[in-house]
């Protein structure tokens, strides 16, 4: 079962990853470390294979994939010696690869990524695609009448406004195209009424928002645990060191702010209350592809008493996210071979401001993911799980 | 429905501090921070109230309770305030106190210990009682025949021979007199053949080990994280500075070494494989009773990528373990009263190196653990909870 | 020889500790731990006893001082038993606090001001008296023409703009009343040419600015250890969380600015280049009068190789700064004393921006210091120092 | 004037560091970063360039020594571009190797020492040479009357004990053979009565021990701060987690006491008081050539107020320590040259436990260095430098 996976931002970091690390999953030079679909717990029939996996994608930027790898396997992100090796199967990939669309009015640009997606479909036999942001995070969408309706919608894009911001064009050619939509960047998406009604129109699930990879991963089970034991937490503040083209892209205020509040809802949502502090993200260029956060935290114990847990997380993120893009692209493939439309909040697990939110408890999130893809596994063999 | 809690140690931080908070909360002058008891989701009618509390315990020391909170207070574990307002209470309690027996054989010790608590549940008019055991921490039990066997166990403790560790000695008198028996320390307890014999023929439920307040409570959330998200760990360090009674006691090697182990338990068991790197526990008699735990965890992310997580834990640890303590005493006692008897695995949420061990994860601790209470108040109110 | 310490901000919490802690050790009560005057290679015959200071000071807020160190108490800056047992000489230097003035011209506060500190020098038959600024950060100075001249000065603060900001408004007047000035935050004070003018004029001396408490202490000892192993510091990135006074005032951009800004400069002269990173102060209230800095340095050794050290430093920033405040008081008293006018670069050791900056390195600005005091000492024994 | 370093333990990591990065520089591949002798506080005539260094070299083990350092690049320590660029040079180090003696008596192993340190001077034309120690860690030597005295100790050499630990036979053979000797282990090297009397009939320098380049250099500027500052350090705990082969070696805790013991001295000579806490070593093989350390110190302010400071250091030892192995054979043949003899307290900067300890304090010891080293420059242009 062929399954195209369109990279939104197919020449970023974790692009690139991404690809480097399917192709040598397929070439059996790199086990699955950090891919959860190949946990005992979802592995199974109804996942395609990562041998199944063609990769394809837009990008304004036109350094081709190999730089790319190059450039992160000197920083330390992917080993060299994949690159060397891969050098054939990467010049595949850079075939598939097509610049953003630019100039024309929007519509002429959803037309562009529309026969984009369509011509990768036909020329590689997919059973289905999976179209999946991992470009630039942008600034909060500026509201607009059309966003609440198709009809309207349609009609807008016809026009001269930039009337969507990037990530929702994108989602609106992958409905358009019959394509499922995962967004692994805080930015809009598929969260617009009219794009919600397209989905739900053509039968097409989507997730996100914005991969959950480092500090938020740790929050998703260190807060729950201050809920668990009754522990009152008096303030939570953290800063988030990075480089990179993604920290690069977060020096700018606007993706900054949209990246913060993220990072901050899984706080007064698992608590129930919001405490003191703030998160911060502050660009270092020297850090590169790594990402140190620090988290402070305080809380109270019995009778009042004061204390305190800190902690800090270097880690590598396009080698946290890359795997998680591999995941969510098998499961929502699934899920949409499934027959599944709409939102897909079964895939909290994977982010930090989940669509649809039933929880930020990463160990709940567990079960729900468990649970949907155990599901999955026996409708592809025919077997039936009782409803729970 | 008064209900006795016999602390073994009484005059311990520990003890202390759930002596104070439980008279501090019954007179409405503390919340119950810390207590998971009372969380919407375990509180209910099966438990005791706060207010049907009575205390009673053992200490071979005699310094005065009062002394001992004015000294926890001096030290910050607890506010000043409440001792000073809580005195008559204190002092009410004190009258409840047993010095530890010493001498005779271990059975004319047991016999003491029986006769104390079948004073105490006739003085109280006690419906029943649960004794914890919060005293010093053991060495490891040399192993002995008479363990395994009643039997043989009633014969040799009526010999000169110290057949059973202290901990045990008070579980044996603890089932002898009907009570149901907690272990908070890493100590033998009831964990011999012949005690279990004894709480299985006596009808009497027990829990332990090893109340789970600080490295190891994060470990049990860090753990299963990364077990979720296939990363690989590489090594996990740890680094355990503590002043206090506790810590005097941990200074001794033999002692040192049953904490170590129920401390890493929790990895190897989580993750499928024991990572590199111990967990230390040092000395300092500066930090008095407040705590710091230093972890460094390396793991391998997509391709093997190499990164870090480190975390301090700044935490007084009487003031953790008091509220767990009375959770402890509540739940046991219900579930005493519901009928249930023999080793409780539903309460490993408590503890490092839960009994029966069905898993290291909180969060999964966390389920068994809600159900368990949810059914004895169901039990309690007359309803029904399907079973699972 | 009696000398005045005037505290501007008398009722703010290092004014008040500086106060209270005086006080202890004028009776005995508490050793002089964080004072640098107290140590073997500083003490002398020089400098004013603690029994001979004399406390008073302007606070716009009238907060009883008793009270102010009651809270205190209650944080755990100070110990309660102390303020307890010193309400009498609290009360005492209560009688010598006079109200920050406010309405008129300048000119009329200044004249106030003047006033207060004649009438207290005369009222304690004082040798003279050190004005030290412990009031709240002021923002960044507007610049104005009538800086550059005492003459116009003169003219323009008997007019009804608000010429000088309030630090420099008490260095003003603490030169036109005869006292030496040390400003102990990071605003204006006697930094403006007419004020120099001024100093100079009168034969008086003045130290500052912003005294050097926990973050930028450790940063000057760490920074030339990066240098003197010529080791290549990529980039110093540090937060401080705090709350308090001090930390409200900072939450405000303008006062965070002026804070900032010196700060970073120990790290660019001591290295010769600018890393990359910024610092930042968050407001978080919780944390009271605790500060909680983290910072993190990348640096690379032989050969490129990249190497990290991160530091988290969790200080009182009150009795960090009180022992500096009285060390000030006493040094500055005695260089007023010897005869010498104008800025005392010497002062450098106690200052994030030290005035004349001669070294960032707190071991160098430690060798100026000895050597400073030491030749008080021998000019005050009639002895000579060989000039170095 | 070409001068020999001849390093005891040439194929291990610290020397094989210090052979790569001498070449590098040589071949204007790398700049002098963590090189003290090219600050401009140091660098000047008296002292050999790195292209008038030829090295040599003991070792028991045979690993070529390009495939050592191909070994290193793997694990990040030196640039694998480096390497390859250098292998030429690499190989005409590799045949100034010789195997450690085996067998026979001391005697005859010193012998063999001796002859190999006179026919590498003469094949090079050397006009000295340098013996530095960067072998394992020996356990702390056993007391023998011998070493009271070179004549008993000439004569217990020749006899079938093992008289001498291996450093300290090296140390004697470089005497022998009249080259100056440096320790960079906490081995005993030339720390015997009968050798520093040897050296001093030879006229020849030596210095050590243990180079500082992690922990311990973090320790000997903080605890001068908390000196300088008259804080009072109340405890200072630390662990060091290390793999490679130094960590490996350190797992037996002979050898680990003895670099424990060399780690602690800092502490009680600079603060005047021996903190409580301890300093571990614990061996983590995964960490491979980076070290992680920890220290949690936790001190008193005024009125007793406590406070805290922790690190974590990470860094990557051969990259600290080989810069440092060039400095010192550069400086100590300068000295050398210079007619110096006997112990070298001035190159205290560079070590943990300093022959003579003439202080604790790494900016104290950095301006004993820079005299030390601006006379040899004044001495070697016939200038002079007027004594202090
Ligand atoms: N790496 C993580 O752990 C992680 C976690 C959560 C979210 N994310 C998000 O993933 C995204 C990618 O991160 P990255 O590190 O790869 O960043 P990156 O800067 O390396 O890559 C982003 C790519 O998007 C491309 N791009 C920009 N605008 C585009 C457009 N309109 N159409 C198509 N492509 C466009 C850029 O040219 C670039 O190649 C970011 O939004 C980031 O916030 C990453
Ligand atoms: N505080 C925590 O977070 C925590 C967590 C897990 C386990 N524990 C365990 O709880 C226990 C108590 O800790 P603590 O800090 O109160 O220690 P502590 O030293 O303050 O108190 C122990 C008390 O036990 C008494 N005791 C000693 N031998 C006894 C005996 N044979 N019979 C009766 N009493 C005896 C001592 O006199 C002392 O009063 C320890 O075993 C500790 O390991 C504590
Ligand atoms: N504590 C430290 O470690 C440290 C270090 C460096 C600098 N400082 C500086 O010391 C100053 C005092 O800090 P704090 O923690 O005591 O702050 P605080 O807020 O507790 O006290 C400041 C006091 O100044 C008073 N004040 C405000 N405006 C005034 C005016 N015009 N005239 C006279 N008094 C005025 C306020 O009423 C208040 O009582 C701050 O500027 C701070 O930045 C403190
Ligand atoms: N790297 C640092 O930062 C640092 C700092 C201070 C001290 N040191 C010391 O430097 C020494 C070297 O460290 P390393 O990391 O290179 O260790 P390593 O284990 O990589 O190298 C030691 C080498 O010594 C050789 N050796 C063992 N016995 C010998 C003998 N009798 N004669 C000659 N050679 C012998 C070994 O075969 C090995 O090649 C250690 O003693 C270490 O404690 C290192
Ligand atoms: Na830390
Ligand atoms: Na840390």
Not at 205 to 210: I, M, T
Not at 311 to 316: A, K, L, P, R, S
């Amino acid at each position: 079962m062929r399954t195209g996976v369109w990279l939104v931002g197919a020449r970023g970091s974790v692009a690139t990853t991404s690809i480097v690390g399917a192709l040598a999953l397929r070439a059996g030079l790199a086990g699955p470390t950090g891919c959860v679909t190949e946990l005992p717990e979802l592995r199974g029939p109804a996942l395609p294979s990562f041998a199944e996996l063609v990769f394809g994608g837009h990008d304004p930027v036109l350094t081709p994939l190999a730089k790319r790898a190059e450039t992160l396997a000197a920083a330390g992100v992917v080993p060299g010696r994949l690159v060397a090796a891969l050098a054939d199967d990467l010049a595949a990939v850079e075939s598939d690869l097509r610049p953003a669309p630019v100039g024309g009015t929007q519509a002429d640009r959803i037309a562009v990524v529309v026969a984009d997606l369509t011509e990768f479909r036909r020329r590689h036999e997919l059973a289905r695609i999976v179209v999946v942001n991992v470009s630039a995070t942008e600034a909060a969408v500026t509201p607009h009448p059309a966003h609440a309706d198709p009809a309207a919608l349609a009609e807008a894009l016809a026009g001269p406004d930039e009337v969507l911001p990037p990530s929702s064009l994108y989602a609106y050619a992958a409905f358009t195209a019959g394509c499922s939509y995962v967004d692994f960047t805080p930015s809009t998406g598929a969260r617009l009424p009219a794009l919600a009604a397209l989905a739900a129109e053509r039968g097409l699930p989507y997730a996100g928002h914005d991969g959950k990879t480092g500090e938020t991963l740790v929050k998703s089970v260190l807060a729950p645990m201050f809920a668990m034991r009754n522990l009152a937490v008096r303030s939570w503040s953290g800063i988030n060191l990075l480089g990179g083209g993604d920290g690069a892209t977060l020096a700018d205020p606007a993706a900054n702010a949209a990246k913060v509040e993220s990072k901050q809802r899984v706080l007064g949502e698992t608590l129930g209350y919001q405490p003191q502090g703030d998160t911060r993200i502050d660009y270092v260029e020297e850090l590169g592809d790594f990402k140190t956060a620090w988290d402070l935290i305080t809380f109270a114990g019995f009778l009042g008493t004061g204390m305190r847990l800190e902690f800090t997380w270097h880690g590598c993120d396009s080698a946290l996210a890359a795997p998680l893009v591999l995941d969510l692209a098998r499961i929502t493939a699934a899920t949409h071979a499934a027959g599944r439309s709409g939102p897909l909040p079964e895939l909290a697990f994977f982010f930090k401001d989940p669509i649809g939110a039933p929880t930020h408890s990463l160990a709940e999130q567990w079960a729900l993911l468990r649970q949907h893809v155990t599901r999955l596994h026996a409708a592809a063999e025919g077997t039936d799980v009782p409803a729970e």
